[in-house]
């Protein structure tokens, strides 16, 4: 699963996205391709009051959670899910299975030390291996996405790259329950209006009859199934496309691919477009251009200079597409124009690399070129608390990083790259070890 990414960026949790729209399967597949596409979930863990043995051991960051103040909490969920109009048989069902989860909050408060550079985030996510398994998935699954991908213009290497990122193929769900998890972040007083509609829409699935409450498993953010959708986004998209009168995310493949393509599609996925492409920039590139605010027809671009990195030429259909260009590495390294269905991607997951994750894996998928331009190897990522400084010196010169919390976010960016313009810098916005050595001097 990918890594966290804040509830404020849409509802992308762990790994996962908000996402959800199911869609019915038509008659004119048949019962055999239904079936056949029917996928085992994983087993489900038991719901106690600390997560299963697949969970590390308690650390000393540890938290505790008082049973009889979470069970009256409880009780103040069971009243608002009734005016909700959720039943009460429902609500006897699942509630009282619910338990704290210590272990979610532990997860939920643990920050990962480094950054991610965009070299070794592509190396892990998009190995060999997953490559090999998405084109093995996409020969065993073709009859069940064609149908699919000439229904909503989604194609079938994108359903699947967004399936091997988020859940490997379906072979990892995340192991936790979900109303206990959701209902820990929800009592919690980090985010608890957040968390607590998550809540209110997981028992709203189970009180549709979408799936028993203890067969409701997902990440520890309470993002589910295949896919990872949040409960939310299942409940305002979702539909049957099997036909079982159920919609299964965990079980169901017709159901899985046609939500992930119904959601694209909804968000404005373009029929007949690819996500964008590698480049290579000209000589004396202004990189104050290369940002996602920026876009121009794909033609300006190469009336700029602007050539695709490998040696075919660019469709002419492709010239009046709007364009942005990212470079993920800096200036060192890649450059890419994206265009809008790459923007859709990042509606799933706001993060620039997990997009060009899901991109990058669905050509390799068919066969794609690798990259012509590859990422520094000498790219150091920086520690969380090397983005702080970074953001706490930005502010102090008199610049706008936004709060200084360790994440290199659209601001800190922005700010950065004015620093850059003012000391007469590559202003590619890219937080790197020689940026902030350079801020340090500026700022003594």
Known sequence: MVSYQSVSKKCSVIGSTCVAALMMFGCASSATTTNAAKATPPAPQTQATTVPSTAAAPTADSVTIDP??????????????????????????????????????????????????????????????????????????????????????????????????????????????????????????????????????????????????????????????????????????????????????????????????????????????????????????????????????????????????????LPASEGGVQASIIVPAGARGPAFMVYDNFRVIMVWNKSILYALGVSYLADQMVGGAGLVVQPPADDVPLRRSDITEMQTLLARLGYDPGPADGMAGGQTRSALKAFQTRQGLIADAYPSQEVLSRLRSVAQ
């Open 68 to 313: 009889a103040d979470f069970r009256r909490w409880l009780d103040g969920v069971r009243s608002d899910a009734l005016a909700q109009g959720i039943s009460a048989r429902t609500l006897d069902r699942a509630l009282p299975g619910i338990q704290p989860q210590p272990r979610v909050l532990e997860l939920d408060r643990r920050q990962p030390e480094f950054t991610q550079t965009f070299g070794s985030y592509l190396q892990k996510t998009v190995s060999a291996r997953r490559i090999a398994d998405g084109k093995a998935m996409l020969a065993k699954h073709q009859a069940l996405l064609g149908p699919i991908e000439a229904q909503y213009g989604v194609q079938a290497r994108f359903l699947l790259a967004f399936w091997g990122l988020e859940t490997n193929y379906g072979s990892n769900f995340g192991g936790f329950p979900v109303l206990g998890s959701l209902a820990t972040l929800a009592y919690d007083q980090r985010r608890p209006a957040f968390f607590r509609r998550e809540l209110m829409a997981a028992l709203a699935i189970v009180d549709a009859g979408d799936i028993p409450a203890d067969k409701m498993v997902g990440s520890w953010a309470g993002a589910m199934g295949n896919l990872q959708f949040m409960p939310s986004t299942f409940r305002a998209h979702a539909v049957d496309r099997d036909g079982d009168g159920r919609r299964d995310i965990w079980g169901s493949l017709p159901d899985t691919f046609a939500s992930a393509a119904k959601y694209l599609s909804d968000e404005g996925w373009k029929r007949g477009q690819g996500w964008g492409r590698e480049v290579i920039l000209p000589t004396g590139f202004s990189y104050e251009q290369a940002d996602l605010s920026i876009r121009k027809p794909v033609s300006e671009w190469l009336a700029q200079g602007v050539r695709p990195a490998s040696a075919s030429a």
